[in-house]
């Protein structure tokens, strides 16, 4: 009986982990004029420093996911569109739509897929 039961186990979880996973939300509804503004009001600002020291060091870059593709290049081709890789993995063309800004890219270096802010600005 037990080794059913982790035999069914193993079969679910295995089911779970194919199922196809949506990467697009929806956006939010934007707001009035007068709320965005009452929105920025609210937020706390002060003057910029770098204590403690920023240290790009102290972030890893991108890992290996599978045979010369990083995390960054694995992204790229799987959220572009007819999306063509070097041998070193690199995205040579292709093209990538933003929902940030409704905007269709063409070059990959001028995408950032892991962060919205700047790391030293998010340090602080």
Partial sequence: MVSQSIILLAATTGLALAAPVERRGNLPTPVSAAT?????SSIKTAAESNTPAYDRDLFKH?????????????VLKRDGS????????AATSG?????????????????DIDHLVPLKEAWV
């Fill in 95 to 111: 093209s990538w739509y933003s929902d940030y800004d409704g905007k269709t890219w063409t070059q990959a270096s001028d995408l």
């Fill in 36 to 40: 965005a503004i009452q929105y920025l």
């Fill in 82 to 89: 007819d999306v063509v890789t070097s041998s070193s993995c």
């Fill in 62 to 74: 991108w890992i290996t996911i599978s045979g010369e593709c990083n995390t960054r290049e694995t």
